[in-house]
């Protein structure tokens, strides 16, 4: 059982930025490829980005695309996401996941585990 724990959310103006941290524990080595999906009110949930352990293979959605970084902490179990000039439609709780899988993925279905969630709130 991996247990994932999300931080750093809040509210933002548009323009700004906002880093969040996910801290993993318990049988880590279910967190090869760890990742960020994010959910808005009355919308599915959507892929963000996605990083793998030790090659660092990374993937994003084209909506964060060149705003968003994806980083991890190996050391501390840590996946960050720097969010730059972020939006009102960046408005989301954003969930931190993780996957046993060798290879970076963008499929919700293959991620076994899951954090509690976290408010973004971005103001106009």
């Known amino acids: 059982q991996v247990q994932l724990v999300e931080s750093g959310g809040g509210l933002v103006q548009a323009g700004g930025s906002l880093r969040l941290s996910c801290a993993a524990s318990g049988r880590t080595f279910g967190t090869n490829i760890m990742g960020w999906f994010r959910q808005a009110p009355g919308k599915e949930r959507e892929f963000v980005a996605a990083?793998?352990?030790?090659?660092?293979?990374?993937a994003y959605a084209d909506s964060v695309q060149g705003r968003f970084t994806i980083s991890r902490d190996n050391s501390k179990n840590t996946v960050y996401l720097q969010m730059n000039n972020l939006r009102p439609e960046d408005t989301a709780v954003y969930y931190c996941?993780?996957?046993?899988?060798?290879?970076?993925?963008?499929?919700?279905?293959?991620?076994?585990?899951w954090g509690q969630g976290i408010q973004v709130t971005v103001s106009s």
């Open positions: 990083i793998t352990q030790y090659i660092g293979d990374k």
């Open positions: 996941a993780s996957a046993p899988r060798p290879d970076v993925t963008m499929n919700i279905v293959d991620f076994p585990s």
